[in-house]
């Protein structure tokens, strides 16, 4: 009796004549993740098999596979020999320790396999309520788990318990690239799963204030960025010194279009990486009113000086949801750390909150853009995470 994980894919099947395109990068990224593990890898029909792998490491392979965006559902499963003797000793050893509620569920490739399913998923039952009589009942209808027996054409039988869900979404660099504004905050993170999950490969720009932001306020946004990273099949970090462009700005414009204009120049730098870099859109973490500069004149005046797209996956989502996922993306808990991010240093007391385009414009004539650009790009620093 072997120990296997199956894994089975999300949307993939839905993707007709990709199909091939997308299975062959999850398969690249699935093996990425595992990268260091001992194991074999097969491809079955819609569904890939990790097998003969240390079963000491089978949590830390599983919780590899939970952060491969495209991964529907996964199982651990024992692999027999297609007999009902062994079906049946596969489905004791899975079920010793369990309590509760179950049914058996057959699939059976293999038409030449005897006796039919139902027949296959009534003896197994009869023989795990035989052997487990004080612990297990049957319910068809409302089981607490189901034992599932998949009788395979190359005359292998999967026996598995449950399918834990993945983290569903696509495989990543299945939907092109993109570029995200990472903060020290709770959203822009989430925001950056988010659209790794659906499949975008992110590379990561971060506006850095030294010396108004210290070295531990960076160190939390490297951080931040590794966690989102490991949903992206690791991402790089491009950390941008913008304190030049932010006293410029201070001396030069009104206060309460300081954040306004921050923006404005975070989204112009953060194109120029991006072109540079082969990426085709820029992600923020922004929501529709969440604060002050977060209205839909604010949105308007910072999409206004690029060209790219401008992806807000959080623009419709409440505080408490977008806090749910940090926690689930286990980044809640770095996004909280009390580090002064560069965005409240400078923070005017009454930010303007729906900026006339026409006077942003005419107040930046002030600024000499391109130059304040060129220097901080010329002083990025760059972390491979
Ligand atoms: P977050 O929780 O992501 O910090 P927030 O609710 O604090 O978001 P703002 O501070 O208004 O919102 O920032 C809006 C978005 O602008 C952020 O989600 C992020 O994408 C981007 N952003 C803000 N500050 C920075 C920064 N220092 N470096 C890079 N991007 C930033
Ligand atoms: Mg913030």
Avoid: W
Wanted: proline letters at 3%; one cysteine or more.
């Amino acid at each position: 009796m072997e120990k296997a994980i199956i894994i089975r894919y999300s949307e993939i099947h839905l993707k007709g004549k990709n199909r091939g395109y997308f299975e062959k990068l999850l398969k690249n990224n699935i093996k990425s993740a595992l990268r260091g593990f001992d194991y074999t890898f097969t491809a079955l029909h819609s569904r890939y098999l990790i097998e003969n792998f240390d079963e000491r490491e089978t949590e830390a392979i599983e919780g590899k596979l939970a952060k491969v965006a495209g991964i529907h559902t996964y199982s651990r499963a024992l692999v027999v020999e297609s007999s009902l003797d062994n079906i049946v000793e596969a489905a004791k050893e899975l079920c010793r320790g369990k309590k509760g509620t179950f049914k058996v569920a057959t699939n059976r490739a293999d038409k030449h396999f005897s006796p039919p399913s139902m027949e296959v998923s009534r003896i197994v039952g009869g023989k795990l309520l035989q052997a487990f009589y004080n612990d297990l009942k049957v319910s068809v209808s409302e089981p607490d788990f189901t034992l599932f027996a998949d009788i395979r054409e190359d005359g292998k039988t999967f026996v598995y318990i449950e399918n834990i869900r993945g983290l569903g979404g696509m495989p990543v660099g299945s939907a092109g690239r993109g570029m995200l504004l990472i903060s020290g905050g709770i959203d822009s993170p989430v925001a950056g799963y988010m659209m790794a999950k659906r499949g975008m490969k992110l590379d990561a720009v971060h506006y850095h204030s030294f010396p108004y932001t210290g070295e531990a306020a960076k160190e939390k946004v490297v951080e931040l960025a590794k966690r989102v990273g490991e949903y992206n099949g690791g991402m790089n970090l491009y950390v941008v010194p913008f304190t030049a462009i932010q006293e410029a700005i201070h001396e030069k414009c009104h206060e309460e279009y300081m954040i306004t204009m921050m923006r404005r120049f975070m989204m112009r730098i953060a194109e120029r990486l991006a072109v540079r870099l082969g990426d085709q859109a820029i992600v923020t973490g922004e929501s529709l009113g969440q604060v002050a500069s977060q209205t839909i004149e604010s949105m308007t005046s910072s999409n206004s000086v690029v060209k790219m797209p401008v992806l807000r996956p959080l623009v419709a989502f409440d505080k408490e949801d977008i806090i749910k996922i940090s926690r689930e993306i286990d980044t809640f808990h770095t996004s909280i750390l009390p580090y002064e991010d560069c965005c409240t240093v400078f923070l005017p007391k009454f930010p303007v909150i729906r900026p006339n385009l026409k006077k942003v414009e005419e107040m930046e004539k002030a600024l000499d853009v391109d130059k304040l650009i060129e220097d901080a790009i010329a002083r990025i620093e760059k972390y491979e995470l």
